[in-house]
């Protein structure tokens, strides 16, 4: 019964158009949200501004090294989005709806509302 149950829910999600956002996956998004946050303040500390966007931390610090770091899609194969406002970072997971600021999306640190 319960697995008929998990069928009907998922066969209703496809009807009217809504994307899975499971838990896994909004765990993963928040985790790289956090990940990403992290490495722009860094980078932030090393050359006195935060990054415009998170591509410009996709090069070595030096010749040389790795890359600072490797930028990868979201769980629903979106980009991460870098919001900067001032000295303020924050990163945006546009969720499985693909579409940016709405009520799906996956931020860090939090907006404040």
């Known amino acids: 019964m319960l697995l008929l149950a998990a069928v009907a829910a998922a066969v209703v999600a496809v009807l009217i158009g809504a994307t899975p956002h499971s838990p896994g996956q909004t765990s993963i998004a928040l985790w790289k949200c956090k990940e990403y946050h992290d490495a722009a303040l860094f980078w932030a500390k090393l050359r006195g501004e935060p990054p415009a966007r998170l591509s410009e931390m996709e090069v070595p610090l030096d010749p040389g090294e790795l890359p600072f770091i490797e930028q990868v899609d979201d769980p629903w194969g979106n980009p991460y989005l870098l919001e900067r406002a001032g000295t303020d970072v ?14 799906d999306d996956i931020v860090y640190p939090e907006e404040r509302r």
């Not at 924050?90 to 009520?103: A, E, F, N, S």
């Open 90 to 103: 924050r990163i945006r997971c546009i969720g499985p709806d693909g579409q940016v600021h709405t009520k």
